[in-house]
């Protein structure tokens, strides 16, 4: 497998011994998550199921920012404790997660349980003079690190010059970051330097190299981390080991609100409870890794829509498939089968594109329905075709709504029902049946001389 690393702006092998190790930048626990984030954490979810699913063992970390200036402003607007707000909102990220399917990490570390991991960091960069203690905290001494700005492409001259450096004369260099913050405003932490709360760049150094080690295959996050964050953290991270830091640099790209960048001052940030509620879980899963991961996707109606769509393609797909008969007419589907896998494989491999594995695994599901509507799948048909279909579904992260035996039964009593009035021209009574079908969730599907069903995914949006 190959990846675009964001550091070398080449794609790189991805090698590793027993496991692949993968740190993700995780939310600030401040608010809502949205849609962004969302996109982000699908994108790691997928790429983990499809290594997964092609048994290669991954270790998963991803942190949860629970010390923060907007969570300690959020908690004084709402009268509560930092802790309160970050604790409410873990909460509701991992509802949200659970909704979209992601997989849980190995570890959720939180930055509040590991302060004595970022003071002995940071204690080791004071030791080598990589950083210094000035009268608001400790810094990083950018002018120690030659390569800074390796992996955004920015010249420290031109930092130097720009307009987003935020000025601070305490500090050396106006590229200097904070490491330890003074504060005796809680919630605070004792340190060899005073009492403070770290910087945000550090809990990321210190967590990683705890979890994965010092130098893991792949470092996650979205394309707006690149600079300042994950810029700081190669800094201090090799700073601090004197070995390069992560293998792979893999970003994600933003999401954009017909055309515009999410915006709380805009007012068209999209929460992924509001996604949630309108479209579920299966459409925001496909919309999200249905461009190529490192470029931004725009969100509209029209293109959740078109996932809408493909998703009813596929619970059909899978019905046809499931509830397969013996039938004189058939097709052989075994080289569809066998190059749609190889294809889909070979896309996620090649920098793991989505949109192309998409395309191919739909390319198969057209022709499969094609030929079931023709009546022309047959029980060997679905025994060939099941796997495949399932194996896709597994790396999409897709739960197609299951029923069970008993279901199944008595599903086919009422279609059995309903036929025998449509014979008898019972037409009224035969649409009450095919509304008490409805009401069960169901669909159905008339063939020329048989009719399937399926369970479709309730969408509030479709209504």
């Known amino acids: 497998m190959r990846i675009h690393d964001t550091l070398t702006n080449s794609k790189k092998e991805l090698e590793f011994s027993d496991k692949v190790r993968i740190y993700l930048c995780g939310v600030t626990v401040y608010d809502q998550s949205h849609i962004g984030h969302a996109r982000t954490i699908i994108v790691f979810d997928t790429l983990r199921r499809f290594l997964e699913a092609n048994n290669t063992q ?38 949200d997660s659970d909704r979209l399917n992601i997989k849980r990490a190995t570890n959720y570390p939180k930055a509040t349980e590991h302060i004595d991991d970022m003071i002995n960091l940071i204690q080791k960069l004071v030791d080598n003079e990589s950083a210094y203690v000035s009268k608001n905290g400790v810094y990083f001494r950018v002018s120690k690190f030659s390569e800074y700005g ?29 490491l330890w913050k003074f504060s ?92 949630l509620e309108s479209w579920g879980p299966n459409v925001a899963r496909l919309f999200c890794v249905s461009g190529h991961y490192s470029k931004p996707i725009d969100y509209t109606e029209e293109l959740l829509k078109e996932n809408l769509i493909r998703l009813r393609q596929i619970e059909t797909c899978y019905y046809e498939l499931r509830l397969a008969e013996e039938t004189e007419e058939t097709e052989d589907i075994s080289s569809l089968l066998k190059e749609s896998r190889e294809k889909f494989d070979a896309a996620l491999n090649d920098d793991f594109n989505t949109s192309l594995g998409l395309s191919i695994f739909f390319n198969m599901i057209k022709t499969i329905n094609s030929l079931a509507a023709d009546e022309k799948i047959t029980k060997k048909n679905a025994e060939q075709g099941l796997p495949v279909l399932e194996y896709m579904l597994e790396v999409l992260g897709i739960k197609i709504q299951t029923v069970s035996d008993e279901e199944i039964e008595s599903v086919f009593k009422l279609i059995n029902k309903r036929e025998e009035l449509r014979e008898q021209k019972q037409f009224d009574e035969a649409d009450k049946v095919r509304d008490e079908i409805g009401s069960m969730g169901i669909s159905l599907i008339d063939h020329k001389n048989k009719t399937i069903w399926m369970k479709k995914e309730s969408i509030k949006a479709e209504k």
């Open 184 to 275: 005796d405003e809680q919630p605070n932490w004792e340190s060899p330097w005073g009492k403070g709360r770290p910087g945000w760049h550090i809990e990321c150094s210190a967590m990683s190299i705890k979890y994965l080690g010092k130098n893991f295959e792949i470092h996650g996050g979205g394309r707006d981390l690149i600079f300042p964050h994950h810029e700081n953290e190669i800094a201090q991270s090799e700073s601090f080991t004197s070995e390069q830091f992560a293998k792979i640099w893999m970003h994600a790209g933003m999401i954009t609100i017909n055309g515009e960048k999410m915006s709380k001052s805009i007012g068209n940030v999209k929460s992924i409870n509001h996604v």
């Open 58 to 95: 991954v270790e998963l970390i991803q942190n949860f920012t629970d010390v923060d200036d907007k969570i300690i402003n959020r908690a004084k607007e709402q009268g509560e404790s930092a802790n309160g707000i970050s604790s409410k909102y873990i909460q509701t990220y991992f509802e």
């Open 150 to 178: 390796k992996l955004s492409k920015k010249k420290t001259e031109d930092l130097e010059s720009g307009a987003r450096i935020e000025v601070d004369e305490s500090k050396e260099s106006p590229l200097d970051f904070a």
